[in-house]
């Protein structure tokens, strides 16, 4: 749970700078990609060993596998987040 939200609020961070505004949504998702790289690895990290102890059977491929994907799903969320509630362009 901390390295979700350390990651969660770090991309809130990222959202909420100002020198965002003008940015197009392929902008501002590049710029969350690689944003917060030591919270989204801290994240990765912990999920990957919570999902290794909670399901030592399955494969740690598709346990990385689901935990790449999770923290993908954060930053696809942070830039639907971003633009439906940007300004309209002019």
């Known amino acids: 749970m ?3 939200d350390d990651y969660w609020r770090c991309l809130a961070r990222e959202y909420s700078r100002g020198s965002n505004q003008g940015l197009s949504e392929q902008d501002f998702g590049r710029s969350a990609a ?6 989204r ?3 990765r990290v912990a999920l990957l060993d919570y999902l ?7 494969d740690a491929g598709a346990h ?6 999770t ?3 954060a ?3 942070i830039v639907t987040a971003f633009v439906k509630h940007r300004p309209p362009q002019k």
Request: aromatic share 10%; hydrophobic share 20%; net charge negative.
């Open 71 to 73: 923290v993908e799903s």
């Open 64 to 69: 990385l596998a689901t935990a790449n994907r």
């Open 34 to 39: 690689g944003a917060c790289p030591s919270e």
């Open 75 to 77: 930053q696809k969320d």
């Open 2 to 4: 901390q390295g979700r």
């Open 41 to 43: 690895q801290y994240y």
């Open 52 to 58: 290794t102890t909670q399901y030592p059977d399955i």
